[in-house]
């Protein structure tokens, strides 16, 4: 059994999808990161970050003790390894899936963050901030569309986690001010990952979990207003 420390964020939704495409038994534990779940102890132990997500496997495949991870990618490349799928067997296969794995999470996750952090959350638009990043999301947009642009069906040949990682990223494009309309080999690519039965269940998983996404100022503060000082300090 697999427990999965989670919330309703892009990242989140990456190891739901897996799991749910896999169909590896598991076991969610909400952590609602807009009231400082993240900074229980016990999350923290697994979490050294305070971030969602985090997952224990209580049957890794050496038998040995339990595993527990932090990072969204880490955990999804440790749930191909151990499903078997979604990650090419091959040299070259394998490593162009971790190239586009480590894209997500260097360049599209935390540019896209930035954008919906000064474009939704920031309490002051700042200009510069808001061109800044919807610009980068473009470019990574770009990026992605070229990849696609020859006709492949997903991102490294075969459906991989590396669609798991880009695909939540990509949702919320209308909150990052991109037209998928600019972008017609990636529309295409979203619009066939949004159409599988697991991915729907993992987006419908969510509905009923975060059933009050407001931002008050308690939140923001809790979100936000973290510095290198010791929780409570």
């Known amino acids: ?41 016990d999350f923290l132990r697994i979490a050294p970050n305070n971030r969602i997500p985090a997952m ?9 003790e339990a595993v527990s991870l932090f990072e969204s990618g880490a955990i999804l490349l440790y749930l191909a390894d151990k499903a078997g799928r979604f ?11 971790l190239q586009w794995l480590f894209w997500q999470m260097a360049g599209l996750g935390p540019m896209a963050g930035q954008n919906h952090h000064f ?13 800044r990043y919807v610009r980068e999301t473009a470019r990574l947009y770009r990026v992605l569309d070229t990849q696609l642009a ?27 001010r991109q037209d998928l309309h600019d972008f ?8 066939r990952i949004a159409a599988r039965p697991a991915v729907q269940k993992a987006y419908k998983l969510a509905e009923g979990i975060n059933t009050t996404p ?3 100022d308690a939140s923001r503060a809790i979100l936000f207003g973290q510095d290198g000082k010791p929780r409570g300090g």
Request: proline share 9%; aromatic share 12%.
């Open 1 to 41: 059994m697999i427990d999965l420390y989670y919330w309703t964020t892009p990242n989140g939704h990456k190891i739901t999808i897996f799991l749910e495409e896999a169909g590896l038994p598991y076991r969610l534990i909400p952590v609602n990161i807009s009231q400082g779940e993240q900074f229980q102890p």
């Open 56 to 64: 224990v496997d209580h049957a890794p495949a050496d038998g040995g």
């Open 87 to 97: 990650i090419a067997d091959s040299l070259r296969g394998r490593n162009e899936t």
């Open 119 to 131: 474009t939704q959350y920031a309490p002051e638009k700042l200009p510069y901030a808001v061109d």
């Open 150 to 176: 020859d006709g492949r069906d997903y991102i490294a040949g075969e459906y991989s986690i590396a669609d798991m990682a880009c695909y939540p990223w990509i949702v919320p494009h209308e909150k990052q």
């Open 184 to 191: 017609p080999a990636l529309k295409r690519w979203f619009e």
């Open 214 to 216: 407001t931002l008050t």
